[in-house]
């Protein structure tokens, strides 16, 4: 499914003294199959944009009591802020939020925290069996269960019955996902999923969002703060600041902006910053920012020069 | 005087596995120091068991030369050792940041009138003396986690445990909170134990232990324990990523030594002789 933004606008808590204007004008094309990164710091917007995303935050325009506005004389309005998720209008009224729900899975931060079901089993079937418009032979749960649970690289048979608050940290992440995907959403959004793990949970994580991709989960976004991990995972990259998005575009060309990406208050990955510290020292690495490249390129150049 | 000082310690959680398995080591006043390890390997456990939230089975745990195990002491030990935990929002008990730093002062009697001078002192220290009358739900993670170390001097602590403190937070909340410590420690001679997977946090500290299924495994400064970085990874830790650069580096030929730095780095890249631009 395409996700096709244009124009988005959220403000909370509004005409409240506490009215915060979380999105501002912010557009966003999300290609099918793509590995998309949302950067940006506490209260640039991302998670408000995200939640959008499968009707969590609603526009204006799909409200019951939503009525247009209609133009003074002379006044133009602004452009109709339009959001679509492949066949769903997220404008219209008379979307089925459910059914688009069903298709797009969001596993918010820290997804351990939401875990509430005795056995795993039971956790990871909850929402199964809520999405599904007829009752679901016990036969049928337990294989989209077990299917789950073995792509998150538990082991069916060990698990399904433990209670989830017994399993160690990233098992419980898993578990936490296996519950989300176990509907088969065609787009998978996951709000910070490698936050708070130790360096190989995150590598493990990582690991699992990739085997997803494709198969099981035709497009991923990921909401992270961990720059080194967009370089070295993402096919594109939005980058929100104050509620704008300042930058779309694939991490080897937006790292190439490391300088106004600090200006904005945000991190760049390490390759990024040796990137720019060789540059002041006159070389310059035309690399794509992952690990590996930067290590190539970095051998290319010495071994061009020792030739 | 050691600070804290732990002799043949075991605990286990009642499940039969070890979490803390006949652990020794002491950590002197006035030290900073990291303790590193993968989920499970028992840092949380050695935090708690410090001032007393956690009894040890086995073993002998003082803090300034005060047995933790009698329960006379628990009261005095509290008082010198505080921890600040992981999740900044299960640590606020009160609605506005100044109440919410006296808490832990009120309840060991400090004279009301001095209470005042604390906060004060405390809200300075973490830089945040602009918040005093703020809502503490208002604030962000960084800022959270800067009122719970606030909350914790007012007690005056000879010793702060900041127990993956700065796990949950973002980039730049992880730097106000460690620059918060590094300052105490540097400049008030406040001991700190940071417990942290975070291996760049652990460079700060003076010297840094491992801990792999309840024991200790390496000890050392920051820069020796990355040194041997095949050992690290048996224990499911990872180098740095500037520290993988370098090896690769190496391996591919290219000759530079092990930093942490990136201007270092850069400049050991450079050094290597005029590179053509690619």
């Not at chain 1, 296996?178 to 130790?198: F, H, K, N, S």
């Not at chain 2, 009261?75 to 940041?97: H, L, M, W, Y």
């Amino acid at each position: 499914m395409r996700i096709v933004a244009e124009h988005l606008n959220y403000t909370y808590n509004p005409s409240s003294p506490f009215a915060a204007h979380a999105l501002k004008d912010v557009s966003i094309v999300i290609e099918e199959g793509e590995f998309f990164g949302i950067i940006g710091h506490t209260g640039s917007g991302k998670s408000t944009f995200v939640q959008h995303l499968n009707g969590l935050l609603r526009l204006p325009s799909s409200m019951k009591k939503y009525k247009p506005k209609k133009p003074k004389k002379g006044e133009s309005l602004p452009p109709a802020p339009l959001l679509k998720v492949g066949e769903f209008d997220l404008a219209d009224k008379k979307t089925d939020f459910r059914a688009l729900r069903r298709r797009v899975g969001m596993v918010f931060q820290y997804p351990e925290y939401q875990l509430f079901a005795e056995t795993v089993q039971e956790d990871v079937a909850f929402g199964l069996k809520n999405f599904s418009d007829e009752k679901l032979t016990e036969d049928k749960i337990a294989n989209a269960v077990r299917a789950a649970l073995e792509i998150v690289g538990l082991s069916y048979d060990e698990v399904k019955d433990a209670s989830p608050f017994e399993l160690s940290g990233g098992q419980k992440r898993r578990v936490a996902i296996a519950g989300v995907i176990v509907t088969r959403p065609e787009v998978l959004v996951l709000d910070e999923p490698a936050a708070g793990l130790d360096p190989l949970g995150k590598k493990e994580i990582m690991e699992l969002l990739h085997r997803l991709h494709g198969d099981w989960c035709k497009t991923v976004v990921i909401v992270s703060h961990d720059m080194d991990e967009i370089a070295e995972n993402c096919s594109r990259v939005a980058v929100f600041s104050e509620g704008e998005v300042k930058y779309c575009m694939p991490p080897a060309e937006l790292f190439r902006h490391a300088e106004e990406l600090i200006a904005l208050g945000l991190d760049v990955p390490l390759t990024a910053k040796l990137c720019l510290a060789l540059e002041r020292r006159g070389i310059r690495l035309d690399c794509d920012f992952t690990t590996e490249d930067f290590i190539r390129k970095t051998l290319v150049a010495v071994g061009e020069k020792d030739a | 005087m050691d600070a804290i000082r732990f002799e043949d310690v075991s605990f286990s959680y009642g499940s039969g596995a070890f979490a803390i398995r006949n652990l020794n080591f002491s950590v002197r006043e006035g030290e900073f120091v990291a303790v590193l390890g993968h989920n499970g390997s028992g840092k949380s456990t050695l935090a708690r068991l410090c001032n007393g939230l956690l009894v040890a089975d086995d073993g002998k745990i003082s803090v300034f030369g005060k047995s933790v195990s009698e329960k006379d002491n628990l009261f005095e030990v509290r008082k010198e050792v505080g921890i600040v935990f992981q999740n900044p929002d299960n640590q606020t008990v009160a609605s506005i940041v100044e109440d919410d730093i006296a808490f832990g002062a009120e309840n060991i009697g400090v004279p009301r009138e001095e209470i005042g001078e604390r906060i004060s002192f405390a809200l300075k220290a973490v830089g945040m003396e602009g918040y005093r009358n703020a809502l503490c739900a208002r604030l962000s993670g960084g800022q959270k986690q800067r009122v719970a170390i606030a909350g914790v001097l007012a007690v005056r602590p000879k010793v702060m445990i900041l127990d993956e403190s700065t796990a949950m937070l973002d980039p730049r909340g992880r730097k106000e909170v460690v620059d918060v410590v590094t300052r105490l420690n540097r400049e008030e001679g406040m001991t700190v134990v940071l417990i942290t997977h975070f291996m760049e946090e652990a460079l700060r500290a003076d010297r840094a232990i491992v801990m792999n299924k309840g024991e200790i495994v390496m000890r050392g400064t920051p820069e020796d324990i990355f040194e041997r970085h095949e050992e690290l990874q048996t224990y499911n830790l990872t180098l740095p990523r500037i520290g993988y650069i370098c090896r690769k580096l190496r391996e591919g030929g290219l000759n530079v030594a092990d930093t942490l730095d990136e201007e270092k780095l850069a400049e050991e890249i450079a050094s290597c002789g005029s590179l053509r631009n690619i």
